[in-house]
Nanobody, 123 residues
């Protein structure tokens, strides 16, 4: 079992930055690939970014490529999502997720999910 807790969300103006953190507890964090997804009101949950268990491979949605980065610190059992040049359309609840293999990281078939953190970008 893995427990995930997101933090770092909030209200920011367009063009600003936020860094989300996801702290994991439970089974060995370093053996899990990690992903970030988001869900805006009335919309389906969508992929944002993912990182392999080793950190050697990273994936991004086209909508955030060049603006968001993902990283992990296996010593701290934490994965980060650095969000720069934020836009109003980035407004959503952001979820962190853990997957016990490195395949299909763009799809929401992850094994564990956090409760989410709200990100609101004002224009």
């Amino acid at each position: 079992q893995v427990q995930l807790v997101e933090s770092g969300g909030g209200l920011v103006q367009a063009g600003g930055s936020l860094r989300l953190s996801c702290a994991a507890s439970g089974r060995t964090f370093s053996s899990y690939a990690m992903g970030w997804f988001r869900q805006a009101p009335g919309q389906e949950r969508e992929f944002v970014a993912a990182i392999s268990w080793s950190g050697g491979r990273k994936y991004f949605a086209d909508s955030v490529l060049g603006r968001f980065t993902i990283s992990r610190d296996n010593a701290k059992n934490t994965v980060y999502l650095q969000m720069n040049s934020l836009k109003p359309e980035d407004t959503a609840v952001y979820y962190c997720a853990a997957k016990d293999d490195d395949y299909g990281l763009r799809f929401p078939n992850y094994d564990y999910w956090g409760q989410g953190t709200q990100v609101t970008v004002s224009s």
